[in-house]
């Protein structure tokens, strides 16, 4: 096979057989395929698409480039997936309740993209907690835990790391076919019994738009269920932060308040339920929907998703007293300061994308590939839409270690909340489901 053949045909709008795609997948991991060529596939691909069956076959392909984990009958195996969005720490909670549940969470998470967190960044901001096992670490974890959140190993889809970086210069980035290969080569990798994934949708998601997060919800299910991954996705409300707090270690300590029962905030304990109770239903664990988002609150209510999510931490070289003592232990910011809007009203809508720019600025998120993180700086105490506020009640709190970066964030938290006397239509927190 020629690889300048394979890409003709894509150009020109045919089909590739699957053992064309492995070819090129076997090829672009060992380094035989140029990144010229890779590029040239990408824009091909991103053009002209790739039927369903492609798309499955590439995409077990790019699983098959590295490890995939023999768990050796350990009990279901599940995971959820978020297409990323701001004040988003579903996962933190989310992974220990399940395992409350009976599951068993191999959560391989990312960093920060683009305007919004990641995962790992949030776990690298609890000292000591080792986001980078080896495999046979993160399986043990797993194991006697019941859940461990980490990143990607080298032995993860290696084909997927190189493609994505290449798409990620070369403007293919938005090709559904690359991204539901690129996301699942990776979540399939972990050899998962069923997945759920959190679709985001709204001015502070990728897909702003209904019609293009139900497209991407399609994709994905299709291709992962025909893989034999039993798959779910919700597509959920990203026109304001999940939660109230935005930022590395904000968002952890907003999950231990959240896991001590201290302080719920109420669209984010609404996603963690309900994207938990169709992992439990997919795995027969519970009859249907209602009886799972019970059996997920009651995780939360009874202590033990809290007691999980210590264990977890400790097992992976964490503080062992982390739930109590978090407040002393994460990175705090030196600048603590209230914002007050200039008007008083009801706050009516939200700029999202702005207030996930503003944490990047603020030193929150990367602007290069090798920035370091200010862990500390970030939002809190944030008012969601249909909140008062006035001269006594703000519209959150920064946290920052510069006054001429917390000034920038103060004026952009301004300007990205809408004030005013308008009736307020509040958006379906779920939004759709894609079965
Ligand atoms: N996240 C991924 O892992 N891959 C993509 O292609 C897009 C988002």
Known sequence: MLAQELIRKKR???????????????????GYISEGQAAAFAMATYFNGMSLEERVAFTM???DSGEVIDWQSTGPIIDKHSTGGIGDNVSLLLAPALAACGGYVPMVSGRGLGHTGGTLD?????????????????????????????????????????????????????????????????KLSANLDALVLDIKCG??????????????????????????????????????????????????????????????????????CSLGAELLVLMDLVENRSSGFAKIKNS???????????KMIAVLG?????????????????IVEDVYAPQSGTVSAV?????????????????????????????DNLLSIGDKADKNIPIGRI???????FEEAKSRMIRAYKIDDQKIKKCDLIIDYVK
């Open 122 to 186: 949030k776990f690298d901001s609890i000292p000591g907690y080792n986001t980078q096992p080896d495999l046979d670490t993160f399986k043990r974890a797993v194991k006697s835990t019941g859940c461990a959140i980490v990143g990607q190993t080298p032995k993860v889809a290696p084909a997927d790391k190189i493609l994505y970086s290449i798409r990620d210069v070369t403007a293919t980035v938005e090709s559904i076919d690359l991204i539901t290969a690129s996301i699942l080569s990776k």
């Open 12 to 30: 020109d709008g045919l089909s590739l057989t699957s053992s064309e795609l492995d070819w090129f997948v076997k090829r672009l991991t060992s």
């Open 300 to 310: 939360f209510d009874s202590g033990s998703s809290a007691e999980i999510f210590s």
């Open 318 to 334: 964490g503080p062992s007293n982390f739930l109590d003592k978090a407040s002393s232990i994460l990175p705090r910011a030196t």
């Open 203 to 272: 001015n502070g998601a990728f897909m702003t738009s209904h019609r293009d997060a139900k497209t991407l919800a399609e994709s994905l299910v299709s291709v992962s269920n025909l893989l034999g991954c039993k798959t779910i996705a919700l597509l959920t409300d990203m026109n304001e932060p999940l939660a109230s707090s935005v930022g590395n270690s904000l968002e952890v300590m907003n999950a231990v308040e959240f896991l001590s029962g201290k302080k719920r905030d109420q669209r984010l304990f609404n996603v963690v």
């Open 399 to 405: 946290h920052a270690n510069d006054w001429e970066k």
């Open 61 to 63: 392909s790019m699983r």
């Open 351 to 379: 700029d999202t994308r702005s207030l996930g720019i503003s944490v990047v600025e603020l030193g929150g998120g990367r602007r290069t590939v090798k920035d370091k993180i200010d862990y500390s700086v970030g939002f």
